[in-house]
């Protein structure tokens, strides 16, 4: 046992028992939660658990490649927040303009991170830690630090937003054809394998011909922009933005893609496992509301899922001391 | 003279995947006799040295001390048995002061009530620098102070713990000397011979005159063994030579009848390439289907060498042509690019890529060649892997088996693998075949001669001269950051192992 806690898991388990953990996870807890409380799988139900899976799968998609790479974006939550406000404040008046403005924006502050982290070479904890307070104080400079409600709720993008085709919201929609291209580049071409090797060993990617630098900066830029994005659907779903909405997004998406099995050490998982696991943590989410689980509870469970995940993945072979 | 045994190794096996290091070796070690312990890299003088310190534990045979049977399962237990030894990298914390090393891990021998007696510490502390005859100052920081310094204050400091213990110390100097100048190894020799009396001393270094001039006797490792054990006063420098090699060149076994001389067109050739500190003003020419060796001791520069030529490593004054083109060498990728390829000496960290599989190893520097519009299927990835295998014949049994599953010498396959299919014209090998074992070794020197005979051109450094001149067409010597000499190595007359020794 002692063994098993020294070495990470993650470092013994055969790599089906990796692969396949969390899929189980979540058929597990898709049945548990329907048999003690079968209301879950009610329509209106289950559009709520997809929405909030789409939402914290948003949030994960850029956070899942930082991760892949080794590295860690904290800026995401509060780029969520910011693209929040400036999304409602200017909706109303700009219509699809402030959609591109806000990916424009979360493209920018995604850059700079990737700059910071590879120019400056200061490590991407702290270096998004940095930008992420920049994003924060301009979430409440701009928006007064007030909630900012969308002036006109009936205009074109807000209704686009809202609309739903074939009973799927297009909120939802969006996220999945954005996750779908991510996992087709992640798969299927050269610079998203790079990723891999990149978060497997930099030495030898280095030795190889690979150019680290550059796929580390696309990894932020993606980054920034889905967070970006997610202030977005945060906006559409209340109708209105504020200067910590999107705050808790930033632990969010480093739980949803560690619980999925990606390591965060870097080299294993993607985009796939993170689609997972946003579903385990929407699931676990509604279910406890639905099973009636105390909201203050709820932390406490979320937490601990999120510490037994990480141990399950964790190969401390690739780390040499644990920081 | 040489007085009781303080500590007495016998029968010592120790064995590293692919490789058996020490082979049922020997050592007595005497208070008031320097040994001097001398071998070729690989000889097992090292692992030997590990295992008496307790850096590494024996796979067989017994260690006594003092006539007591002991285990060492860490340093710091051969430390409190007064074991210790002054590493040639050095073993001091740079951002620490010279008092705070010099009693790193003691400080509990001057606490009183808790805290502790820095007027105490500080008198001892003037006390070993005195000993040592140093100038610098106790609140000094070490990394301020130059590596001559650094060494006698961890000798000093070895001195001093052995002094506390009241047992006579077992001190190991690993090549003391490579960072000093004459005057300081003299200094350095002075204070050895001082405390000779007081302790057991065991001095390795690959200057053999220096050896003679200090020790009482030296003792020879080979192949994993101690062959010799001789008072230095009966020894030259030509004699240990000798004892150090040993056997004919096995002409067989590194396929000399396949070796085949090169063309006269130049591929790549080197002008006065400079990297300050390591080394300086290297020229010379590889052709079409040659194969060179770098030959030199530790420190010689050429491993470094070999990365600048590849991109790895900025040179600060010279040029690498590619058939007639400059190069740009700035990164890995642009040397890769021009047909360029480095099997890295260590395979774990830079070689491979141990949590991916055979095809992601196989296919990293070559995913934009099958990618067609971007788009790179697994399956392509694949099938590659699953030809090299073949043709390499790697013990793996499909393409998706991760690397680190592989043996040493299948691994080194798999690397290999992936500059074979790259339509390379140059291959850059830094200690090919270290922790292969015999069979997997034959097999690498098969594909060498291979690549040979389609014309690449091969740059390398070998485990051993052996296998240096029996592979290489020439050998180039390096000495202190120079090339100083070639040595011709052609298929019917091999320079022997001995004449190559005697230019290092």
Redesign the interface.
């Known amino acids: 046992m002692a063994h098993i806690l020294k070495q990470g898991a993650g470092a013994l388990l055969g790599?089906t028992v990796k692969r396949t953990a969390p899929v189980v996870v979540l058929l597990m807890m898709i049945a548990v939660v329907g048999i003690w409380n079968p209301a879950f799988f009610q329509g209106s139900n289950l559009i709520t658990v997809l929405t909030l899976a789409s939402l914290l799968l948003m949030a994960s998609l850029g956070q899942t490649w930082v991760i892949l790479l080794g590295s860690i974006d904290l800026s995401v939550g509060y780029m969520a927040s910011m693209c929040s406000v400036i999304f409602a404040l200017l909706v109303s008046d700009w219509g699809y303009g402030a959609l591109l403005l806000i990916v424009l924006i979360g493209i920018a502050g995604g850059l700079l991170n990737g700059l910071v982290y590879t120019m400056l070479r200061i490590p991407s904890f702290i270096a998004t830690l940095g930008t992420g307070g920049i994003f924060l104080s301009l979430a409440y400079v701009i928006s007064n630090a007030s909630t900012v409600a969308v002036a006109d709720v009936g205009n074109p993008v807000m209704r686009l937003l809202g609309r739903e085709f074939l009973y799927v919201p297009v909120s939802i929609g969006l996220t999945v054809l954005l996750w779908a291209a991510m996992l087709a580049y992640q798969?299927?071409?050269?610079?998203g394998?790079?990723l891999?090797?990149i978060g497997?060993?930099e030495?030898?990617?280095?030795?190889?011909?690979?150019?680290i630098n550059r796929h580390k900066i696309l990894a932020f830029t993606v980054s920034g922009m889905t967070a970006a994005l997610t202030g977005v659907l945060l906006v559409s779903t209340i109708y209105n933005g504020s200067p910590n909405l999107g705050d808790p997004y930033t632990l969010k998406s480093i739980a949803v893609v560690v619980m999925g099995g990606t390591a965060l050490t870097g080299?294993?998982g993607g985009l796939g496992r993170t689609m997972i696991g946003a579903l385990i943590m929407a699931i676990l989410s509604n279910g406890m509301n639905v099973v009636g689980v105390n909201v203050y509870f709820q932390n406490i469970v979320t937490g601990a899922v999120i510490v037994l995940a990480a141990m399950l993945s964790l190969?401390r072979s690739?780390i040499p001391m644990l920081k | 003279m040489a007085h009781e045994v303080l500590v007495s190794m016998r029968n010592i096996v120790k064995r590293y995947p692919g490789t058996v290091a020490l082979d049922g070796a020997n050592l007595e070690i005497r208070r008031g006799e320097i040994i001097g312990l001398l071998g070729e890299n690989g000889a097992g003088k090292s692992t030997m040295m590990k295992i008496l310190v307790g850096y590494e534990t024996p796979d067989g045979g017994e260690m006594l001390v003092g006539g007591k049977k002991v285990q060492f399962r860490s340093t710091r237990e051969a430390m409190a048995y007064n074991i210790g030894m002054v590493y040639q990298d050095q073993a001091l914390l740079p951002n620490l002061t010279v008092l705070q090393n010099l009693f790193l891990g003691y400080e509990h021998l001057f606490t009183r009530g808790g805290f502790i007696d820095h007027r105490k510490m500080k008198q001892t502390g003037r006390e070993i620098l005195d000993m040592m005859r140093l100038h610098c100052s106790l609140s000094d920081e070490v990394e301020a102070l130059p590596l001559s310094t650094r060494e006698l204050l961890e000798i000093g400091r070895l001195l001093w713990l052995s002094e506390i213990s009241g047992r006579p110390p077992v001190i190991v100097l690993d090549e003391p000397t490579t960072v000093l100048d004459s005057n300081e190894i003299r200094q350095l020799f002075d204070i050895v011979r001082s405390i000779r009396d007081k302790a057991g001393i065991i001095f390795i270094s690959h200057h053999l005159q220096e050896v003679l001039d200090l020790v009482d006797r030296v003792v020879v490792f080979r192949d994993g063994r101690d062959i010799a054990s001789l008072p230095a006063r009966d020894l030259t420098v030509a004699k240990i030579q000798e004892m150090m090699i040993g056997r004919e060149l096995n002409t067989e076994y590194y396929l000399v009848d396949k070796q085949r001389e090169p063309s006269e067109r130049v591929v790549l050739e080197v002008k006065q390439l400079t990297v300050h500190g390591k080394f300086q003003d290297i020229s010379f020419q590889l052709r079409e289907g040659e194969i060179v060796s770098l030959v030199g001791l530790d420190g010689s520069g050429k491993e470094e060498v070999c990365r600048a030529i590849f991109g790895a490593l900025k040179p600060d004054q010279g040029d690498v042509l590619l058939f007639g083109k400059r190069l740009n060498l700035k990164r890995p990728d642009l040397a890769i690019r021009e047909g360029i390829g480095y099997v890295p000496q260590n395979r774990r960290e830079e070689g491979a890529f141990q949590h991916l599989d055979i095809a992601a190893n196989v296919t990293v520097t070559l995913l934009e060649k099958l990618a067609k519009l971007m788009f790179l299927p697994r399956k392509k990835g694949l099938q590659l892997a699953r030809e090299w295998i073949e043709k390499l014949r790697v013990r793996a049994s499909s393409p998706h088996m991760l690397i680190r599953q592989l043996s040493g010498g299948n691994q080194q396959k798999v690397i290999l693998a992936k500059w074979l299919a790259s339509d390379i014209k140059v291959l850059i090998l830094d200690h090919p075949t270290r922790g292969i074992d015999v069979g997997a070794k034959e097999e690498i020197y098969r594909l060498l001669r291979n690549l040979a005979d389609q014309g690449v051109a091969i740059l390398m450094m070998c485990d051993s001269l052996e296998e240096d001149i029996g592979l290489s067409n020439r050998l180039l010597v390096l000495k202190d950051g120079r090339l100083t000499q070639e040595i011709d190595s052609p298929a019917d007359r091999k320079p022997s192992v001995l004449e190559v020794i005697r230019a290092l």
């Open positions: 790599g798969n299927f071409t050269p610079g394998k790079k891999y090797y497997t060993s030495p030898a990617a280095w030795l190889s011909g690979i150019r080299g294993v190969d690739k």
